[in-house]
C-alpha cells in the first residue's frame, strides 16, 4: 500500500509506532520497522543526549530499515537539553523525528538543515495548520480517544480526521483508537494516509514492558481508562487503577485550587516505570488509550502488521469494492 507516508518515510505499510515514555526503547522500534512500519525511539526516556545515542546506535544494529526519534516539548522545571538530543539524533543517521507537546519551530532549522523529516502530533486542526506553517513535512491528528495527552477540545476521530483533511495540504496519519485493519481503513476513507498506534503496539511480544501490562490491556475494554488533570489543563487519558482512583479523588476534594504538586506523587516518569517495567499495576497513573477495548491478543509486531495489512486489503477488495 502506498501512500504519501510511506513514500515520506520510505516505509512498506503506512503505519507508525507512537513514542511512548518508558516504552518506546530500541527493541520495539526495531521490531516495527523490521515489519515494515516506522518504529519511534521516545528520546526523552534516555536520560541523557549520549544515552539517546547509544540507543540509536542499538536500533541500527537491530534493523537496516527506517526508524525515528520522538521529541515531546513540554513545560518543566528543568528543560532537557534538547539541542544535545537533536545533536544526538543528526549524528546517529535518524531522518524521522515525531515531536509531540509544544511547537518544535525554534528547532526545525536544524532539523531540517540535516535533512530530517518531521511529523507534528497535533489535537487540533487549528495547531495542525500551525505545524504545516513552521515546515512540519507531516502530521500526526491525535482525537479524543487516545491514550496519554488528547488536548482540551475533546474531539473524537470522526470528526477530527475530514476536518484535517479539508484543512492540511501535506500528509497526515490519524491517531487514537487505532488497533486494526478496520482502523487503517476507516482513517484513509476519511482522508488520512496511515496510522499511528500507541496503546496497541504494547500489547505485543517485542514491547519491553511487563506482562502485567499487556494482559491488563487484553483484558481491559473500552470504558476502563479515565481522564486526569482536566483543572490544570493538561488532560491526559489512562489506564483506571487505585492510583488513579486516588488522582480523580485528590481532584474532586481540591476542585479549582488543584495544583501538580497535590498528586504529582501518582503521575511522574520514576512511578510510571514501576508499572510499566516492574509490573506494579497500581503505583501510578500510566498512559492508554481507549482501543485497549479492541485489544485481545499479544501478538508480534510482524504479525501484527501483516494481519492489519491483509484486513486492510480484504476489506477494500471484498466488503467495499464487492458490495458495489
Known sequence: MKTRI???????????QGGMHHVGYAELASAVSNAGGLGIITGLT???PDDLAREIARCHEMTDKPFG???T????????????????????????????????EQYMPALKDAGIKVIHKCTSVRHALKAEKIGCDAVSVD???????????????????????EELTIPFVASGGMADGRSLVAAMALGAEGMNMGTRFIATTDAPVHENVKQALVEADERQTRLIMRGLRNT????????????????AEKGDDVSIDDIRHLVTGVKGRKVLQE?????????????????????????????IMDEAETLIRQRLVGSL
Open 6 to 16: 510511506t513514500e515520506l518515510f520510505r516505509i512498506q505499510h503506512p503505519i507508525i
Open 46 to 48: 534516555q536520560p541523557t
Open 143 to 165: 482525537g479524543f480517544e487516545c491514550g496519554g495527552h488528547p488536548g482540551e477540545d475533546d474531539i473524537p476521530n470522526f470528526i477530527l480526521l475530514p476536518r484535517a483533511a
Open 73 to 104: 516539548f513540554l513545560p518543566s522545571f528543568k528543560a532537557p537539553p534538547y539541542p544535545e538530543y537533536i545533536q544526538a539524533i543528526i549524528e546517529g543517521g535518524v531522518k524521522a523525528v515525531e515531536t509531540a507537546g509544544r511547537s518544535p
Open 69 to 71: 526519534v520522538n521529541l
Open 279 to 307: 509490573g506494579q499495576m497500581d503505583e501510578a497513573a500510566w498512559s492508554c488509550g481507549m482501543v485497549a477495548g479492541l485489544i485481545h491478543d499479544i501478538p508480534s509486531c510482524a504479525d501484527l502488521l501483516a494481519r
Open 236 to 251: 491526559e487519558r489512562v489506564m483506571k487503577n487505585a492510583a488513579v482512583d486516588e488522582i480523580v479523588r485528590i481532584e
